[in-house]
């Protein structure tokens, strides 16, 4: 059964939507397997993004990721991959859909309400970065 790795990020936490994004996950069928709140250290914050090191946003995405509790999850069911991406909607909140996790909580790029792992490959290397196994 396809394994996906989800966070909600330290805006999502701060600003008290635990609760309904957990719901949502739920009410489609999928399934959370393991879940934890706490901190994201600064190694697991490098490996998760080390695609974007580089750039002109990665300081910024490491000190936000790195700024308070997130809420790790690992979520499996039928294609949990691209559900999970199709309930979280764009990247970019303000061009997320009305109705995604992103286009009713958030408002920008930089702080944008949940992860979600973009492929089964990336999963298995972000549920072991974030969980150990
Ligand atoms: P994640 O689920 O967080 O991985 O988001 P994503 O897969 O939709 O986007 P991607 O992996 O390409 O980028 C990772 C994170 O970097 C995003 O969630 C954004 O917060 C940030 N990011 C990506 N592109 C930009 C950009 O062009 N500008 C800024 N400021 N941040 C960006
Ligand atoms: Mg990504």
Do not use: Q, W
């Not at 805006?11 to 393991?34: F, K, P, Y």
């Not at 992103?102 to 979600?116: Q, S």
């Amino acid at each position: 059964i396809e394994k996906t790795y989800n966070m909600i990020k330290p805006d999502g936490v701060r600003n008290g939507h635990i609760g309904e994004i957990i719901s949502r996950i739920e009410r489609v069928g999928l399934t959370i397997e393991r879940m934890e709140l706490g901190m994201v250290t600064l190694e697991e914050a490098e490996a998760n993004y080390g695609e974007h090191k580089g750039k002109p946003f990665y300081e910024g995405l490491i000190s936000y990721i790195t700024s308070g509790p997130v809420v790790k999850m690992v979520v499996s069911g039928e294609n949990a991959v691209a559900t999970m991406r199709k309930l979280m909607g764009a990247t970019n909140c303000a061009d997320a859909a009305p109705g995604t996790i992103r286009g009713d909580f958030g408002l920008t790029v930089d702080e944008n309400v949940i992860h979600g792992s973009d492929s089964v490959e990336s999963a298995e290397r972000e549920i072991k970065v974030f969980f150990g196994a």
